[in-house]
């Protein structure tokens, strides 16, 4: 089945540290992989996506890099900000199925000035 | 205005009570969603809809019911609302196709206390 593990929280960071969020994934064939922000008392948003392997998506500084051979995508940020401050989703869209996104259980990243 | 509006944001009701939170969209999208989050379980899909006669269940349906009233419409109901049905709602869109496939546009969020 499809599933998505992400590194439990929470995690804090001082303004300017680099952040890095693991995320794995469980998927039949080749799904597209998310990453979702969530600020306080928001929806969620699209950060950033890749739709195959070896892509790199990108947004605001964060990155994350669509890894096959490790069923991985990793969200990475060279210098948080205190704006950075949010739950981060990680997510897949099966190739197969009814166009639903499944999603990890979060992680709340605080940046500390 | 926002692309995904949701109704109420926050409701306190009591158990056995019926509940409707409702949402509406100007995105022209045809895929509607319904998700609840919890603490520590992330996002878990309730119901969601491809079209006006489209309905489909999620992973966690039971207790809960939709109608897609138009397009732009989709309400999820709580028919006689228990405790563990608190929790933050969440409706969501997507396009079909194109360069928006796959990717969910989300409202603001409905807060539900059941005590």
């Known amino acids: 089945g499809n599933s998505v593990t992400q590194m439990e929280g929470p995690v804090t960071l001082s303004e300017e540290a680099f952040l890095t969020i693991n995320c794995t994934y469980t998927a039949t064939g080749y799904p597209s992989l998310f990453w979702y922000v969530q600020y306080p008392g928001e929806g969620l948003q699209l950060l950033l996506k890749a739709t195959k392997a070896d892509d790199k998506g990108s947004n605001k500084g964060f990155e994350a890099t669509y890894r096959k051979e490790t069923t991985s995508f990793h969200l990475e940020k060279g210098s948080v900000q205190v704006s950075d401050s949010a739950v981060y989703f990680c997510a897949l869209a099966s190739q197969t199925g009814a166009n639903n996104l499944f999603f990890g259980t979060g992680t709340r990243l605080t940046v500390i000035p | 205005d926002a692309d995904v509006t949701q109704t109420p944001r926050n409701r306190i009701t009591k158990t056995g009570k019926r509940i409707m939170l409702e949402c509406s969209q100007t995105k022209g999208h045809d895929r509607m969603y319904w998700y609840r989050q919890d603490p520590g379980l992330g996002l878990r899909l309730i119901y969601y809809s491809f079209d006006v006669k489209d309905i489909n269940k999620g992973e966690i349906s039971d207790g809960y019911s939709v109608s897609r009233q138009a397009q732009a419409k989709f309400s999820l109901s709580l028919e006689s609302a228990i405790p563990n049905q608190t929790a933050l709602y969440f409706c969501?869109?997507?396009?079909?196709?194109?360069?928006?496939?796959?990717?969910?546009?989300f409202g603001a969020g409905s807060r539900l206390t059941v005590l």
């Open positions: 969501a869109t997507m396009s079909g196709g194109g360069l928006g496939a796959n990717v969910l546009t």
